[in-house]
């Protein structure tokens, strides 16, 4: 049979209109260089010119990146095994120039009919993102189905990225369904299962917060025009975590991830004084799922270098029988090693409360490189109404107003653990203002 290369190039571009729609929307105009594009193979159902993957090298935002995208269109996105040997071939690429992966999945799973030649094909795409992993940023965007095997790849990606109306299961949806009522819509899996990092609306914002995690990641120094020494006039010592994020750090720069799931736990990438930083905050009590969120981020900023930034306002652990018997305790186990293990620079922040376990786990000197408290902080065993209740309860009991006497010795408790009587005790570098928190985070990130 002839080939002839005009019509291989009609056919081709025809097949694959959807990926490259994307592509024109998302990468940097005329920035796609093709790689493998005439691959094909055989099989009962014709000759699919490019194997339904598409890869090669692009810019976002001018960064260089590699891509890598499921077609749509040839077989619901099947992947079969010279699809895979394309895809393995650009993940390699990537590791070996040191370039971030961006991969847009929209794929039913594997090629039926192609038996264990396609599941060998799955086990050469799991093995390259499970290399990649951990040496080059790696981001995974579903814009449509993800059904199969590469759903995986959310343990395996810095970021996974979901278009709000996409559908994301390990199997059919149709065999989940005989179990059960269940969602397979992302925007639901993001707020249950929490390894959907990003929900995005439309290619606009899947491009913008591509672009703002590829600087991230890539440790780019940003061209910061603002103060270093900016007084932060939104902050107050009833501020949440949230509120530090968006005022000390660089304006605009942060960019949070699984902010659906355990919304107690905040993790976010940003930046402050142009330095790419990962944050890490705690508003109240600590979750399984929670636990769980910020030990993932952390072996994300471990692997990317970043330093981490621990914001911290919190009672402790959860109290709660289900997680208790379910996960709980293995889940504050895993943040406490990664914690512990990770080999970048910490920072700690104590805002109002680090009580219990949040001090020694989030807090404490032994995980931090420099540790800081908020005047008026409180950190101690237990809160002032607990420990009120233990240290003085026969007292209390005799009172004649108990509610005046437990107010009374638990302020007494909370005024011996003040962050400044931490700080005379050596546990705390500094103890400063609300105000103050953008100039001493920045003093303190260039001191380690």
């Known amino acids: 049979m002839s080939l002839d290369l005009n019509s291989m190039l009609k056919s081709y571009e025809s097949a694959t209109k959807s990926v490259r729609a994307t592509f024109a929307a998302v990468l940097d105009a005329d920035s796609f260089v093709e790689l493998d594009a005439f691959i094909t193979g055989e099989n009962e159902l014709g000759e699919p010119t490019g194997e339904g993957v598409v890869s090669g090298f692009a810019s976002i935002g001018s960064k260089d990146v590699a891509v890598l995208a499921t077609n749509p269109d040839v077989f619901d996105g099947g992947i079969s095994a010279l699809g895979a040997k394309k895809a393995e071939r650009i993940i390699s690429r990537a590791i070996e120039s040191g370039l971030p992966l961006v991969s847009f999945i929209d794929t039913t799973g594997a090629r039926v009919l192609e038996g264990i030649d396609a599941l060998a094909g799955f086990d050469k795409i799991l093995a390259g993102y499970a290399r990649a992993y951990g040496q080059i940023p790696v ?66 914002e899947c491009k913008k917060v591509i672009d703002r995690l590829v600087s991230l990641l890539n440790d780019e120094l940003a061209d910061i025009t603002e103060d270093a020494n900016r007084v932060c006039k939104g902050l107050s010592a009833s501020s949440d ?18 902010a659906s799931s355990a919304i107690e736990a905040l993790t976010a990438f940003a930046s402050l004084d142009g330095v790419p930083v990962a944050v890490v905050g705690v508003d ?51 943040l406490i090693y990664a914690y512990n293990n990770v080999s970048v620079q910490r920072i700690a ?13 989030l807090a404490s000197r032994s995980i931090n490189d420099f540790c800081l408290a908020w005047n008026g902080a409180y950190i101690a065993p237990f809160d002032g109404a607990s420990a009120a209740r233990l240290t003085e309860g026969e007292e209390i009991a005799k009172a004649k107003d108990v509610e005046a006497a437990e107010k009374k010795f638990a302020s007494i408790y909370e ?34």
């Open 139 to 204: 981001i995974t965007v579903v814009k449509g189905k993800c059904f199969g095997m590469l759903t995986y790849l959310s343990g395996m990606s810095d970021a996974f990225i979901c278009y709000e109306n996409a559908e994301v299961a390990t199997t059919s949806p149709l065999i989940l369904s005989t179990s059960g009522s269940i969602s397979c819509l992302a925007s639901d899996i993001a707020k249950n299962a929490g390894f959907v990092t990003n929900i995005v609306k439309d290619d606009a």
């Open 241 to 258: 975590v949230r509120s530090v994020l968006n005022e000390a750090f660089d304006k605009n720069s942060s960019i949070e991830m699984k």
């Open 284 to 334: 109240g009590k600590l979750t399984a799922k929670g636990a769980s969120k910020i030990t993932d981020f952390i072996t994300t900023a471990g692997s990317m270098g970043m330093p981490i930034v621990t914001l911290v306002n919190s009672t402790g652990i959860v109290a709660d029988a289900n997680q208790e018997s379910c996960c709980l305790v293995r889940n504050v186990s895993d």
């Open 349 to 361: 922040l104590v805002m109002g409360k680090a009580v219990g376990a949040a001090y020694s786990i």
């Open 415 to 448: 005024a011996d653990n003040s962050a400044l009587s931490a700080a005379r005790k050596g546990y705390l570098d500094n103890v400063i203002l609300p105000n103050h928190t953008r100039q001493y985070l920045i003093a303190a990130l260039r001191a380690i």
